[in-house]
């Protein structure tokens, strides 16, 4: 089954303690991203990879690292989490980093609540 | 669940009649819109999408349209279903610039009343 996975779908944690959120997609897909949806203001994204070991900043990259070794997996790393960071995360992937007129498919989400 | 937006304007039909859903976008140089459904729990899903060369498209049971002039697209679902009960966000994209971020609107709820 084509889809996107996301670990640990449920995380408590303190203020200062390392954290990564795994993401793995089983389409070959190019292009990968992450996004935190909050409420009232909708998914925004933090970092995007349109390959292998390409990467760069989405609108609200502040606090988050990511990394793209393999095409298949797109880690978020928070290396010193804040309450700020607490929210609703969600990995998304895409076929072709040449076109936007691809739809993009999410993982089930990362509720993340930072104490 | 995992839905996000406790205040979301919410939309309520009755099974078996249409729904239409509207959303304002802000960027006149967005040149791709999208319709995503969230259900509880889960991460949102696509439903159709549109170009801005185009006016209307249509999928099964459901329709979108997008007026550029007012910026306004809707997407309509026919005969609309419980199962259809879920977040409904319309997504642009701005025009090309390689970063495909997605602008997702705060979302509207459906409620389906059987």
């Known amino acids: 089954e084509a889809q996107v996975t996301q670990n640990p779908r449920y995380l408590i944690t303190v203020t200062g303690k390392k954290l990564t959120v795994t993401c793995s997609q089983n389409m070959n897909h190019e292009y990968m991203s992450w996004y935190r949806q909050d409420p009232g203001l909708g998914l925004r994204q933090i970092y995007y990879s349109m390959n292998v070991e390409v990467t760069d900043k989405g609108d609200v990259p502040e606090g988050y690292k990511v990394s793209r070794k393999e095409k298949r997996n797109f880690p978020l790393i928070l290396e010193s989490p804040s309450p700020n960071q607490t929210s609703l995360y969600f990995c998304a992937s895409s076929n072709s980093g040449t076109s936007p007129y691809n739809e993009q498919f999410f993982g089930p989400g990362t509720r993340l609540t930072v104490l | ?98 970063r495909r971020a997605l602008t997702f609107g705060s979302g509207t709820r459906l409620q389906v009343q059987p």
């Open chain 2, 1 to 98: 669940g995992e839905n996000v937006g406790l205040h979301l304007p919410t939309l309520s039909v009755q099974e078996g009649d249409n729904s239409i859903i509207n959303c304002a976008y802000s960027n006149s140089a967005s040149d791709y819109f999208i319709w995503y459904k969230q259900e509880s729990g889960k991460g949102p899903q696509f439903i159709i999408d549109i170009r801005s060369n185009m006016d209307k498209r249509q999928g099964q049971r459901v329709t979108v349209l997008l007026n550029k002039t007012v910026k306004h697209l809707s997407l309509q679902i026919a005969a609309t279903q419980p199962g259809d009960s879920a977040v409904y966000f319309c997504a642009e994209n701005p025009q090309w610039t390689g």
